[in-house]
């Protein structure tokens, strides 16, 4: 089993930037890890993913452009740098993994709050 802590969500004003974190342990090894997240009254949202053994990286087509997801060296981290944030982006966002490539997104972490102010 995979644990997933999350961190550096906040306050930030339209404009500004906020990079987040997220912490793996509890396994060696998965194949890919992502972020998602979930407004109030709205379905949980796919951001972006990273796929941990070549690196390459997809985003939902509302923050492409604005969101970076990159690896950490240790292998058991992932960043999601965020740009440009706009008040649409405020919600809860969740770290996911995918143990195997068939697999669904299986593993979460609580979730991080992110707030965009005007």
């Known amino acids: 089993q995979v644990q997933l802590v999350e961190s550096g969500g906040g306050l930030v004003q339209a404009g500004g930037s906020l990079r987040l974190s997220c912490s793996a342990s509890?396994?060696?090894?998965?194949?890919?890890m992502g972020w998602f997240r979930q407004a109030p009254g709205k379905e949980r949202e796919f951001v972006a993913g990273?796929?941990?053994?070549?690196?390459?990286?997809r985003y939902g087509d509302s923050v492409q452009g604005r969101f970076t997801i990159s690896r950490g060296k240790s292998g058991t981290t992932t960043y999601l740098q965020m740009d440009s944030l706009n008040p649409d982006d405020t919600a809860v966002y969740y770290c996911?993994?995918?143990?195997?490539?068939?697999?669904?997104?299986?593993?979460w972490g609580q979730g991080t709050q992110v707030t965009v102010s005007e």
């Open positions: 996911a993994a995918k143990i195997t490539k068939s697999t669904n997104w299986s593993e």
């Open positions: 509890g396994r060696a090894a998965m194949y890919a």
């Open positions: 990273i796929v941990w053994g070549g690196g390459s990286a």
